[in-house]
Nanobody, 122 residues
Framework: QVQLVESGGGLVQAGGSLRLSCVAS????????MGWYRQAPGIQRDMVAT???????NYADSVKGRFTISRDNAKNTVYLQMNSLKSEDTAVYYC????????????????WGQGTQVTVSS
């Protein structure tokens, strides 16, 4: 089983920056795609950014040019650098990772972190 632990959230003024980190631990045999999602109160959880093991990235239109996702495969860690933050970026940010292991017959398993709160004040 893979555990994901996010950190780096907090309160920031509009226009400011934050860097989120997510570390995977546990029975890690192979981590495939990783990503960040966010959920504001009363709104569904939406994709913010994803990154493949090889480094290919994908971003939601609302964050393109402001957010940058990266990963360190050796450390089983994914990052989200958030610049020029806006009040509408306020949400709980969740880390997601797809993993494979012999315990699951090498099937793809979706893992989620517990979330970290990001609040942007205007």
């Amino acid at each position: 089983q893979v555990q994901l632990v996010e950190s780096g959230g907090g309160l920031v003024q509009a226009g400011g920056s934050l860097r989120l980190s997510c570390v995977a631990s546990g029975s890690i045999f192979y981590i495939n795609d990783m990503g960040w999602y966010r959920q504001a109160p009363g709104i569904q959880r939406d994709m913010v950014a994803t990154i493949t093991r090889g480094g290919s990235t994908n971003y939601a239109d609302s964050v393109k040019g402001r957010f940058t996702i990266s990963r360190d495969n050796a450390k089983n860690t994914v990052y989200l650098q958030m610049n020029s933050l806006k009040s509408e970026d306020t949400a709980v940010y969740y880390c997601q990772a797809f993993s494979k292991s012999p315990a699951t017959g090498w099937g793809l398993v979706t893992n989620w972190g517990q979330g970290t709160q990001v609040t942007v004040s205007s």
